[in-house]
């Protein structure tokens, strides 16, 4: 069978990432698919929030409306827990933090690592509601999946990590893509419709179909 890559353009704080996440995760095992990861920063620092939501208690509650559609087709709805972030005595955090801390783990351990790290901090923001723009939060993440202290702390401050992070903003323009998740079948050109595991499946096979 033929291998297909998928450039997979996230955010850590997007709840239809969350979504889409875990079922690419089982795709991905099924299909052979070699997944990249790429971040795509929606909002990337406090002004930039402010500028696209307003008010923080407007970004707020405009977002956790999103997490509310979110969580009604989600396979895990009892992993989003909206009443929690409502309730957080923060700010609704902006990505580029989380996006520091995937490609730093993406530094020491690769493609994989990239991945559990996006995972375990979605779960720390939609599911603990913790404050993941706060790189003391990240680093605890990163520490709960094993990476040694001071080996992340310097990959998440080297200025590559902040260059990957703007690579990826790049290839994400040159490639015309403006929402996510963003999921583009490197062989072909396709972009995934998000929908069900079944319906992703079957996305596949019609590009498996293609390079056969």
Not at 142 to 154: N, T
Request: glycine share 4%; aromatic share 8%; charged share 30%.
């Amino acid at each position: 069978m033929p291998k297909l890559t998928i450039d997979f353009f996230h955010d850590v704080v997007c709840c239809w990432c969350f979504n889409i996440s875990s079922r690419m995760r089982s795709l991905a095992a099924e299909f052979d698919l070699d997944i990249r990861h790429r971040t795509f920063v929606l909002q990337a620092d406090r002004a930039e929030m402010a500028a696209r939501w307003g008010s923080p208690e407007s970004a707020r509650e405009t977002i956790l409306g999103h997490w509310t559609v979110c969580r009604e087709v989600s396979d895990r709805p009892e992993l989003v827990d909206i009443e929690a972030m409502r309730a957080a005595d923060f700010d609704y955090p902006h990505g580029m933090t989380a996006a520091l801390g995937c490609k730093a783990a993406e530094a020491l351990g690769g493609q994989d690592a990239h991945w559990e790290m996006f995972d375990r901090l979605q779960r720390a923001h939609l599911t603990e509601a913790r404050n993941i723009a706060d790189p003391v939060i990240v680093r605890d993440v990163a520490r709960s999946l094993g990476f040694e202290a001071a080996a992340f702390a310097e990959a998440f401050d080297d200025p590559a990590t902040a260059e990957a992070v703007e690579a990826d903003r790049q290839r994400a323009r040159a490639l015309q893509v403006r929402s996510i998740p963003a999921l583009i079948v490197r062989e072909t050109g396709a972009r995934l419709v998000n929908g069900t595991r079944d319906d992703l499946a079957a996305q596949l096979r019609s590009s498996l179909k293609l390079v056969a």
